[in-house]
């Protein structure tokens, strides 16, 4: 499985952007993560296998959002009200079947993924 992750760049404080992590197949867990400079990487958001339920950070919470398009082999990111704090490399990431460690209720941290996307830049400005 390899994932490929797009629609970061540059947005104003306050503005919007959708980020796509895009694969062959993405049926179990799909997690976005990021990381900023100087800092550890972050959970953002995850969405559980097939149409299970999704899990947010709370530094993200009420403003992006999750979700599975309908071609079952994108995830999407849409994050909304965008904060400087925001700024960051941001990466999808999944597992393989022999990695699936089973179902897990909140942010599945990321030991928990195998296969990981190359990172988007997503920056705003204040």
């Known amino acids: 499985v390899q994932l490929q992750a797009s629609g970061g760049g540059l947005v104003q404080s306050g503005g919007a952007l959708r980020l796509s992590c895009v694969a062959s197949?993405?049926?179990?867990?799909v997690g976005w993560f990021r990381q900023a400079p100087g800092k550890k990487r972050e959970g953002v958001a995850c969405i559980s296998s097939g149409d299970g339920p999704t899990y947010y950070a709370d530094s993200v919470k009420g403003r992006f959002t999750i979700s599975r398009g309908n071609e079952k082999n994108t995830v999407y990111l849409q994050m909304n009200a965008l904060k400087a704090e925001d700024t960051a490399v941001y990466y999808c990431?999944?597992?393989?079947?022999?990695?699936?460690?089973?179902?897990?209720?909140?942010?599945?941290?990321?030991?928990?993924?195998?296969?990981w996307g190359q990172g988007t830049q997503v920056t705003v400005s204040s």
């Open positions: 990431a999944t597992m393989t079947d022999q990695y699936y460690s089973g179902p897990y209720v909140g942010l599945r941290p990321d030991y928990e993924y195998d296969v």
């Open positions: 197949a993405l049926t179990l867990d």
